[in-house]
């Protein structure tokens, strides 16, 4: 079946300006997370949903960052006022019920913002 | 707050030479543990989990990893790498208390397998 998918793939964006980061987990999959990923670096968590509700957002890095699913499927990740720090890889991934550790991932955004 | 070491960021191996790639986290309680891979230009994919039971799990592509508890370590192996090993490998833990579903990763061994 279908993976988790991600859009856009590239995002080049200037300095101030707002994006939003889409990701469509896997049909059936409660749960949904979101992962940043530096340079050199391993992912590191952000927030993550059961359904619709947002459980933990405690890796968001500050109040630029804000997630969203309303429906409990598809989510977005906004992030405002963007900053060149915000450089990175954004991951996606998605987890059956009874499974959340089981997490699939998609092929992440990568930011550039310049 | 939990933590995971990956002590070997670049590693080059021959074809069938045997690989260890370690992995020691950091974290109180009761963890569940992964191993995750990416191979170029494609997905994160998870290679194996652990969360109880036997201390050595076997995962895809003949890879295997052994918990060791007093050791806090998680270390990946596979007897004999083939080319096609060739990937960036992350481990990653959970904490059961506390740690809710949030995986944390450590920073990758990036694996080349020379023919």
């Known amino acids: 079946g279908a993976g988790v998918s991600q859009s856009p793939r590239y995002k080049v964006t200037k300095r101030g300006q707002d994006v939003a980061l889409r990701c469509d987990p896997i049909?059936?999959?409660?749960?949904l997370y979101w992962y940043r990923q530096a340079l050199g670096q391993g992912p590191e968590f952000l927030t993550y949903?059961?359904?619709?509700?947002?459980?933990?957002k405690s890796g968001l890095p500050n109040d630029r960052f804000s997630a969203e699913r309303p429906e409990g499927s598809i989510s977005t990740l906004t992030i405002q006022r963007t900053e060149q720090r915000d450089s990175a890889m954004y991951r996606c991934?998605?987890?059956?019920?009874?499974?959340?550790?089981?997490?699939?991932f998609g092929p992440g955004t990568r930011l550039t913002v310049t | 707050a939990q933590s995971v070491s990956q002590h070997n960021h670049h590693v080059i191996l021959s074809e069938a030479a045997s690989l260890e790639l370690g992995c020691n986290y950091s974290?109180?309680?009761?963890?569940?543990l992964f191993w995750y891979v990416q191979y170029p230009g494609q997905h994160l994919q998870l290679l194996l989990k652990?969360?109880?039971?036997?201390?050595l799990v076997k995962g895809i592509k003949g890879f295997e990893a052994e918990f060791i508890k007093s050791k806090f370590s998680f270390n990946l192996r596979k007897p004999s790498v083939q080319w096609s090993d060739t990937a960036e490998y992350f481990c990653?833990?959970?904490?059961?208390?506390?740690?809710?579903?949030?995986?944390?990763f450590g920073t990758g061994t990036q694996l080349k397998v020379e023919l």
């Open positions: 949903f059961n359904y619709e509700a947002q459980q933990d």
């Open positions: 974290y109180g309680g009761t963890v569940n």
């Open positions: 991934a998605s987890s059956r019920a009874g499974l959340a550790l089981e997490q699939y």
């Open positions: 049909s059936g999959h409660v749960s």
């Open positions: 652990y969360f109880s039971g036997d201390p």
């Open positions: 990653a833990v959970n904490g059961v208390t506390g740690g809710g579903n949030k995986l944390t």
